[in-house]
Nanobody, 122 residues
Framework: QLLQSGGGLVQAGSSMRVSCAATGGSFSVYAVGWFRQVPGKDRVFVAATSGSGHIARYADSVKGRFTISRDNAKNTVSLEMNSLRPEDTAVYYC?????????????????WGGGTWVTVSS
């Protein structure tokens, strides 16, 4: 189970952190990451990191602004979002999958958090 926290309303240019805590299973064997979804549109990849946390990749739209991190001792993953833009507004979903390569498409992901709104006002 993936339990999300964080999110809310911020102004453009601000920072925000969303986090996800995993229960059950061996957390370190799972790649974890984040997708986001605007109502009426597909869920799209934002960031992911490997089980060890040594490898990470980002969508071009967030590269240089967002940072994903994980703490395998605490079974948590976080997404630090800086220089937020109105176009970052979406529901953010935590995701986990044994295969790091699965993060190319939401359809491949085995486990999802419940989602949390991030709203960036202009």
């Amino acid at each position: 189970q993936l339990l999300q926290s964080g999110g809310g309303l911020v102004q453009a240019g601000s920072s925000m952190r969303v986090s996800c805590a995993a229960t059950g299973g061996s957390f370190s064997v799972y790649a974890v990451g984040w997708f986001r979804q605007v109502p009426g549109k597909d869920r799209v990849f934002v960031a992911a990191t490997s089980g060890s946390g040594h490898i990470a990749r980002y969508a071009d739209s967030v590269k240089g602004r967002f940072t994903i991190s994980r703490d395998n001792a605490k079974n948590t993953v976080s997404l630090e979002m800086n220089s937020l833009r109105p176009e970052d507004t979406a529901v953010y979903y935590c995701a986990a999958d044994p295969d790091y390569g699965a993060f190319t498409d939401a359809i491949n992901i085995d486990y999802w958090g419940g989602g949390t709104w991030v709203t960036v006002s202009s």
